[in-house]
T-cell receptor, first 114, second 110 residues
Framework: DVKVTQSSRYLVKRTGEKVFLECVQD?????MFWYRQDPGLGLRLIYF???????EKGDIPEGYSVSREKKERFSLILESASTNQTSMYLC?????????????FGEGSRLTVL | QKEVEQNSGPLSVPEGAIASLNCTYS??????FFWYRQYSGKSPELIMS????GDKEDGRFTAQLNKASQYVSLLIRDSQPSDSATYLC??????????FGKGTTLSVSS
């Protein structure tokens, strides 16, 4: 089974802090994604990556950056956390590119910014 | 901005009934369509994928796709209380990634 592991399930940070959300997958997938999920707004795509060192902006990239130094690891970075970034963050990986294949999700990281 | 639209619900059905969930999408170039189920406090998990027009059945679940009408649906037969969850429709935005609808909450009463 594919396993996508997000390092932190719950985080509480203060406004202005730099926040790292880590995600690791063990199935050698090329494609990795970061979404955030908010009540009433659903899942929204922040960034995605189809290859090591490659990244593409999703629908809501503002205030975020990403890092993909190794194939199995995709990190989401909040350079200066703000209260409107309080959310559930979901990492996912996929065997196929272009949204063609099944996404496997991690358990999520619930971030609260005070 | 490509969009995926779903009725938010809640959709309430009695145990044993058929639940019908609907989704429309705006990107005519989309080729891949998925239904995910998400229990409260859990991550989404894939139920069905469909890539061509028509029906696709898997157990109690049937996905229906009509690309001309830009419409995807999910039928759940013999609904069970364990089917109570939020159902997310996802559509690939050509060349990029999956775009999700906001989800429909289904409640099955026993």
């Amino acid at each position: 089974d594919v396993k996508v592991t997000q390092s932190s399930r719950y985080l509480v940070k203060r406004t202005g802090e730099k926040v790292f959300l880590e995600c690791v997958q063990d199935m050698d997938h090329e494609n990795m994604f970061w979404y955030r999920q908010d009540p009433g707004l659903g899942l929204r795509l922040i960034y995605f990556s189809y290859d090591v060192k490659m990244k593409e902006k999703g629908d809501i990239p503002e205030g975020y950056s990403v890092s993909r130094e190794k194939k199995e690891r995709f990190s989401l970075i909040l350079e200066s956390a703000s209260t409107n970034q309080t959310s559930m963050y979901l990492c996912a990986s996929s065997l196929l590119a272009g949204g063609s294949g099944e996404l496997f999700f991690g358990e999520g990281s619930r971030l609260t910014v005070l | 901005q490509k969009e995926v639209e779903q009725n938010s619900g809640p959709l309430s059905v009695p145990e044993g009934a058929i639940a019908s969930l609907n989704c429309t999408y705006s990107d005519r170039g989309s080729q891949s369509f998925f239904w995910y189920r998400q229990y409260s406090g859990k991550s989404p998990e894939l139920i069905m994928s469909i890539y061509s027009n028509g029906d696709k059945e898997d157990g109690r679940f049937t996905a229906q796709l009509n690309k001309a009408s830009q419409y995807v649906s999910l039928l759940i037969r013999d609904s069970q209380p364990s089917d109570s969850a939020t159902y997310l429709c996802a559509v690939n935005q050509a060349g990029t990634a999956l775009i999700f609808g906001k989800g429909t909450t289904l409640s099955v009463s026993s």
